[in-house]
């Protein structure tokens, strides 16, 4: 069964702080990866995507990085502002082998910075 | 470009009621996707639309339906509306042959 589970389920830091955020998965076979940023009720906008091929891949202050053998990737804040307080969504893309891609979604991290 | 757009933003309806929702894809996209998101949750899979067919389907029962027009737009029914339907619809488009996805800002249900 496809599955993305993320962790921690929310976290609570300091401004300028820094943190990593955990995405494992069994999605089959693999297309990419993407990490969104939620703000609440609103559609989610795509920080990084990463293929099969790529270990890292930054974004401003967020670095994204694969590790396609374990199946884990992770997105690192750095130097965090208020504004990135949200939820952190990891989605993996899989064929299904007719040429179409679905996405599966993590339940995401909600992030809380604190000034 | 726009992007992908979603109407209307906010709604509420009874049990029992009907909705349709609307979704226009960004400009070169044509598969359109549907998701529900209950509060606190992540998206849920409904279906998706590529030449005017539902080509995959998420584990949801038949009261969600939809249909994907020429132009690409797409829209989501939902009948015999339940408490449990209440979430934010969101629309995501992308070109097929890549899985590229952007989304809407979502459509809030509220069902009383």
Redesign the interface.
């Known amino acids: 069964k496809n599955q993305v589970e993320q962790s921690p389920q929310s976290l609570i830091i300091l401004e300028g702080k820094n943190c990593t955020l955990q995405c494992n998965y069994t999605v089959s076979p693999f297309?990419?990866l993407?990490w969104?940023k939620q703000d609440t009720?609103?559609?989610?906008?795509?920080l990084t995507?990463m293929t099969f091929s790529e270990n890292t891949k930054s974004n401003g202050r967020y670095t994204a990085t694969l590790d396609a053998d374990t199946k884990q990737s992770s997105l690192h804040i750095t130097a965090s502002q208020l504004s990135d307080s949200a939820s952190y969504?990891c989605?993996v893309?899989h064929?299904?082998g007719?040429?179409?891609?679905?996405?599966?979604?993590?339940?995401?991290t909600?992030l809380i910075v604190h000034p | 470009d726009a992007g992908?757009t979603q109407s209307p933003t906010h709604l509420i309806k009874t049990r029992g009621q009907q909705v349709t929702l609307r979704c226009s894809p960004k400009s070169g996209h044509d598969?359109v996707?549907w998701?529900q998101q209950a509060l606190?949750?992540?998206?849920?899979?409904i279906f998706?639309y590529?030449e005017e067919e539902e080509?995959?389907r998420g584990n949801f029962p038949d009261r969600f339906s939809g249909h994907q027009f020429p132009n690409y737009s797409s829209e989501l029914n939902v009948n015999a509306l339940l408490l449990g339907d209440s979430a934010?619809y969101?629309c995501?488009s992308?070109p097929?042959?890549?899985?590229?996805?952007?989304?809407?800002?979502?459509t809030?249900l509220t069902v009383l």
């Not at chain 2, 899985?99 to 979502?106: I, K, N």
């Open positions: 297309s990419n993407r969104y009720g609103r559609g989610p906008v795509s995507i969504i989605v893309i064929g299904d007719g040429g179409s891609y679905i996405p599966t979604f993590g339940r995401g909600s | 992908v598969t996707s998701y606190g949750q992540g998206p849920q899979f998706q590529y080509r995959q934010l969101l995501a992308s097929r042959t890549s899985g590229g996805t952007f989304f809407g800002p979502g809030r």
